[in-house]
Every structure is written in structure tokens, then in C-alpha cells.
């Protein structure tokens, strides 16, 4: 019962989560639009600037930063491949060991009919009554026996497809687990590089108003 | 968006106390039917040698066969709810499979749109750069932001590369998920098989047992000895 709860939680709130999360485009496409349109002609105007133009480059490089941050959200966004690696790498279970004629269990019980066989045979011919009753209990069981081994090796078709198909899922598990620790991997460069890149654009804007000579500093030393 | 993250954030911790949950459970399973596998092979093992040497009417005989017999049903009923949980496990990851299958397919679309984008914005990076070294030719103490523009354009138009490949491997990603989904379903299936096969062996092993104890009982009543 918590079992079929949970797994309507997870599917529940996963469906949920897709459908919010289809257009996450939109969260940089606004800000990027308002940062070009805020850093247009900077560059050339940088040849001959204005007073306003340091103000103008630090506005740049706040709405430079502000669609960074809303870019870095979609490869932090959860759910992602790192999120979905315990389970891709999980330990798969494995019942086949425990199905069928197990070595043990199919040695035990064989090494079982040929000693109760050989039991049958040595009582064979008694003519005492007793004896005899207890030959017939014996067959009876060597026959419940036999009925049993038989159920153990009949399922053995059975059994193979489903060794195949824990070989096959181990396959695949461990084929998925490497294609997302890979996505995993490249979104944590992707990460990077955005930090990276916010660092620059600041930096950069920074150049730009000193290369103008409208940088605070510069200001300030014409001053 | 933000309630999407929100909702994302929701999913993760549901999907991994679900994952953990429902794994706990199979492993203790599985531990429940080896230790009980492990039990009726001991007592079975010797089971003829020991009442051989008892007195067929000792009582310890037939306890020794009832033991063991209990024990049999015992295994095949650990072992019974270990393939049961292991497919139900089998249902809910070929289920979320698919979910994921889903989620790696829009993954893949909204890297594929963001690598779109990023091209856009090293073009118009480009632009800028074009200003600016018109620009430079004015004014020489522009080239430290021309240089560090270009180190940008670079970054830039690495990070629409990565987007791209992490739109390939999404698609690959989502058809592993598909394949593995299918091949989850197929467990599903065969486990449920053997659930019934199961029910039919742990028939045999009662009969066995019964037979084994008619025949403690017949040797007893043959001989009358040990009462």
C-alpha cells in the first residue's frame, strides 16, 4: 500500500514537474532581450563617451549578471542527470539465484532419490507384510520426489528468460548509468563555464569603461 | 519557472526516498529468503543421516521431519515475496523509466534550443566585437575590453558546443531509458511467471514432505520400536 503511494507521489509530482519545465527558455530569453537592449552602442560609443556612459556599463553588467544567473538556473535546475544517477547505478536484484534447481537444492535431492532407490530395491521380493507397507511408503515418496525435481527443471526455460533479462537490464543499467554520469559531467562544465563567463562580462565591462576613460577612477583623475 | 524548480526539487526528494524505500525493502527480502534458503538446506542436508539414527517411533524423528518440512515452506515463502517485491520493483523502475525516457526527450529539445541561442549570442558578440575595433582604432586603451571580448566570444560559442552535445547525449539518454523501460516490463513479466511456478513447487514440496513423514509413521507402525 505505501508502495503504490509513493509510486503515485513520484509520477504525480514528476508529471508535474515536467509540464512546468517545458519552456525554461523563457526565464533567460527575458533577461538577455533587456541586457542587449540596456548594453546596445556601447561599443561605439566607447570611442567618444558620454558623461553617463560609466553608468550605463555598470547597468550593462548588472543585467549581464541577472541573465547569467537565470542561464546557470536551467543546468542547476533539479532532475537533472546527476539527480538521476543513484538510481541509474542502483544494485539491481537478482531472484534467479534463489529459483529453480539450485545447485545445492537439485545435489540434495538427487543424492536423496538415489539413496531412498536404493532402499526400494534392497526391500524388494520381502514378503513380510510390514515390509512390504513400508517399500510402498517409500515409493510414494520417492514419487512426491520426483515430482518435485521435476518442477524444479521444468521451470528452467522460464527461469533463462529471466536470467537473460536480468543480464540484459544489468546491460542497460550500466549503459545508462554511463550516458548520464557523461550529461552530468557536461552540464557541470556548462556550469563552469557560466561562472566563468559572468566573471568575464564583468570584467570586461569594467575594461570597457576604462578603455573609455569614463571608468569612476578615470573620472576622477580628469576631475 | 520558479514553482516548476520547486515542484523538481519535490520530485527528487520523492524519487529518491521512493528508490531508497522500495530498495530497502527488496534487499531485506532478498536477505529474508537466503537466510531462509540457507536454514532448510542445513536442516535438510542431514535430515536422512540423523533419523536413521533414531528409533523410528522416537518422537525427535518426525520433529526432525516436521522442522524441516517447515522450513521448506518457509523458504518457498520468503523467496515468494522476494520475486514478488523484486516485480513489483521491476513495474515501478520500467514506470519511472519512462517518465525519464520523457523528461531526457524535452531535455534534449531544450538543449538542442539552447545551443540555438548561444550561436545567436556569440553572433552577436561578434557585432559588438565589430564596434569595438572600430572603436580600438580611435581609442588604443580599448583593446584590454577588445581582448577580453574575444576570450568571451570563446566561452560563448564552448558553451552552444556543449549544449549541443548535451542534446545528442539526452537523445541517446532518452532512447536507453525507452529500451530499458521495455526491458523492465519483460522482467515484470517473467517474474510474475515464476511467482506462479512457485506457487505450484511449494504444492510439491508439502507433498514430499508428507510422503517422507507416512513413511517415518509406516516405519514406526512396521516395527513399533522407540514407543
Request: hydrophobic share 45%.
Amino acid at each position: 500500500m505505501m508502495r503504490r503511494l509513493m509510486r503515485g507521489l513520484i509520477f504525480s509530482v514528476i508529471a508535474a514537474a515536467i509540464s512546468f519545465g517545458q519552456t525554461p527558455q523563457d526565464a533567460y530569453r527575458v533577461p538577455y532581450k533587456a541586457w542587449r537592449e540596456t548594453a546596445a552602442g556601447l561599443e561605439k560609443d566607447a570611442a567618444a563617451p558620454s558623461g553617463s556612459f560609466s553608468s550605463r556599463t555598470s547597468s550593462a553588467a548588472k543585467k549581464a549578471e541577472d541573465y547569467l544567473s537565470a542561464r546557470l538556473a536551467l543546468f542547476l535546475n533539479p532532475g537533472g542527470p546527476a539527480e538521476v544517477l543513484p538510481w541509474a547505478t542502483r544494485r539491481g536484484s537478482h531472484p534467479e539465484m534463489l529459483l529453480g534447481a539450485r545447485p545445492d537444492t537439485n545435489q540434495l535431492l538427487t543424492a536423496t532419490d538415489v539413496v531412498l532407490a536404493k532402499a526400494i530395491t534392497s526391500l524388494e521380493g520381502a514378503n513380510d507384510p510390514a515390509i512390504r507397507a513400508v517399500r510402498a511408503a517409500m515409493e510414494r515418496e520417492r514419487t512426491a520426489l520426483n515430482a518435485l525435481i521435476e518442477s524444479l527443471s521444468k521451470g528452467d526455460k522460464a527461469l533463462g528468460d529471466l536470467t537473460d533479462s536480468s543480464e540484459e537490464i544489468d546491460h542497460l543499467n550500466a549503459a545508462v548509468a554511463r550516458k548520464t554520469q557523461e550529461g552530468a559531467d557536461a552540464r557541470a562544465t556548462a556550469v563552469q563555464n557560466i561562472r566563468t563567463e559572468s566573471v568575464a562580462w564583468a570584467r570586461y565591462y569594467s575594461d570597457l569603461a576604462e578603455g573609455a576613460g569614463s571608468s569612476a577612477a578615470s573620472v576622477a583623475a580628469k576631475e | 519557472m520558479r514553482l516548476g524548480t520547486k515542484v523538481a526539487r519535490y520530485v527528487l526528494f520523492a524519487l529518491a526516498c521512493g528508490v531508497a524505500c522500495a530498495q530497502k525493502s527488496v534487499a531485506d527480502l532478498e536477505q529474508a529468503a537466503l537466510k531462509a534458503h540457507s536454514e532448510w538446506l542445513r536442516l535438510a542436508s542431514d535430515l536422512d543421516v540423523r533419523v536413521a539414527r533414531m528409533l523410528p517411533c522416537a518422537a525427535a524423528a518426525t520433529t526432525a521431519i516436521e522442522n524441516t518440512r517447515r522450513a521448506a515452506t518457509v523458504r518457498i515463502l520468503a523467496v515468494t515475496d522476494y520475486v514478488e517485491a523484486a516485480a513489483e520493483q521491476a513495474a515501478q523502475d520500467a514506470a519511472l523509466a519512462q517518465q525519464l525516457r520523457r523528461s531526457q526527450q524535452l531535455a534534449a529539445a531544450n538543449y538542442s534550443q539552447e545551443a540555438t541561442d548561444s550561436k545567436h549570442e556569440v553572433e552577436d558578440i561578434e557585432k559588438q566585437l565589430g564596434s569595438l575595433v572600430e572603436s580600438v582604432h580611435n581609442k588604443i586603451s580599448l583593446t584590454t575590453a577588445s581582448d577580453q571580448l574575444r576570450s568571451i566570444e570563446h566561452l560563448v560559442d564552448e558553451r552552444a558546443k556543449l549544449s549541443a552535445t548535451s542534446a545528442d547525449s539526452a537523445g541517446i539518454l532518452g532512447e536507453q531509458f525507452g529500451e530499458l523501460a521495455a526491458a523492465l516490463q519483460r522482467r515484470e513479466a517473467a517474474l510474475r511467471t515464476q511467482v506462479g511456478e512457485l506457487f505450484d513447487e511449494r504444492g510439491k514440496w508439502i507433498s514430499y514432505y508428507n510422503a517422507r513423514l507416512a513413511r517415518a509413521r509406516t516405519e514406526c507402525s512396521a516395527t513399533g520400536a522407540g514407543r
